[in-house]
Structure formats: C-alpha cells, structure tokens
C-alpha cells in the first residue's frame, strides 16, 4: 500500500509570500492529484501529474519520479488562497486515490 | 456542465438505522469511486466501479457498508446498522476511465 506524507501540516504566511508544499510517496505511482478543499466544501483538483511541471496561474506543480516526490508552489499568494491541499497518488496496486493527510494554509491579508 | 452530484447533503441518522447516500456522476463517465473523510483527516478510498461492474470493494470497512451502480451511472452507497464512527463525509468521484478525477460536495452523515 502507498503511504503519502505531506509537509508541512500546517503553514501560515502573509500575503504576497511564495508558498511550498511538498508531497513524498513510497512506492511507484501511474499519476498523481494536487486538490484543494475550503473549510465545508467539495474537493477541487487542481493538477493531475505523472511527469515533469505544470502551471495554472499562480500554481506550479512539480513531480519528481525517481525521487517519489512532489511540490506545489503558489506565488504571490492570497487570503483566497487559504484550504486544505491534498496530495494523493494513484497506482501501487490501487484503483482509487491513496490521500496525504492534508496541509492547512492560512494566508494573511 | 453539471459536476457531480450528491444527495442528501447532510444526513442524521440514529444509531442502528440504516441509510442510503446517492451520486450522480458526470455524464460518460466510466469509473466511480467512493471515499470516506473523518473529520480533520484525508479522504480514504472504500470502493471503485467501472460502469456496472464492482472492480475493487477493498476500502469498505465492514459488511454493512455496501454500494451498487446497477446501470452504470447512478451509484449508492448503503450503509445499514449505522454506528457512530460512520460518521464522516462521504465523496463521490468520477472520472473518465483514468483521467482527472471529478468529485461531489459530499454528504455529511452524522449517526446520534
């Protein structure tokens, strides 16, 4: 069964700052998620992975393969961008998503 | 176009009773899944369809947990003889075969 650690738990940063959030999974993977879940709302996928970088607007996700990790950057962040961001992997024997426990990003205005 | 739906949003339930959560996936979508979210932790997986088909059942954590997708688009998800740890928020997502996956808002059960 993949285990999938994320880092930090909790992240608080003031507006503007340059956010990571980083993801690491145990064994070999075909894809994985970047979501994002506000406070009592649905789960909204922002990246879907399995090699390389990609960018939607202020977010930046990267994976490493060999490595078995991952990153999420948001630059210049926003009080908006305060939710939940969860990693989650698909592969290692899985049919459905294995899911890191969450980082809670605060952003102050 | 419509998203995934979940019905009810919120459920109380008594202790023993049973209940009964639907989804809607996208249109076309071939697979479903379903997952559960404890309060403060990371959504776990229960079950997989793809159309009809029960793929993988692995996640379900008791015999009372029990789910059906007999035409391949609507799912439920059953749960009978509820108990307080049932209380969670269940997920439904869908996607096309092994593609992004889509998922509802949940339906929060909470089991008094």
């Known amino acids: 069964k993949n285990e999938v650690e994320q880092s930090p738990q909790n992240l608080t940063a003031q507006e503007g700052e340059f956010i990571t959030i980083n993801c690491s999974y145990s064994v070999g993977i075909s894809a994985l998620h970047w979501l994002q879940q506000h406070p009592g709302g649905g789960i909204v996928s922002l990246f879907m992975?399995?090699?390389g970088k990609k960018k939607h607007g202020r977010l930046i996700a990267t994976i490493n393969i060999q490595e078995k990790h991952s990153s999420l950057h948001i630059t210049a962040s926003h009080p908006r961008d305060s939710a939940v961001y969860i990693c989650?992997?698909?592969?290692?024997?899985?049919?459905?998503?294995?899911f890191g426990k969450g980082t809670h990003l605060i952003i102050q205005p | 176009g419509a998203g995934v739906s979940q019905s009810p949003r919120y459920k109380v339930a008594k202790r023993g009773q049973d209940v009964a959560l639907r989804c809607d996936p996208i249109s076309g979508h071939v697979s479903l899944f379903w997952y559960q979210q404890a309060l403060g932790q990371g959504p776990e997986f229960l079950t997989y369809f793809q159309n009809e088909a029960q793929l993988d059942k692995s996640g379900l954590p008791s015999d009372r947990f029990f789910a059906e997708r007999p035409e391949g688009s609507v799912s439920t998800l059953k749960i009978q003889r509820t108990q307080q740890e049932d209380s969670a928020v269940y997920l439904c997502?869908?996607?096309?075969?092994?593609?992004?996956?889509?998922f509802g808002p949940g339906t929060r059960l909470t089991v008094t």
């Open positions: 992975l399995s090699s």
């Open positions: 997502a869908s996607s096309y075969l092994t593609y992004e996956q889509y």
């Open positions: 989650a992997v698909r592969g290692g024997g899985a049919d459905g998503l294995t």
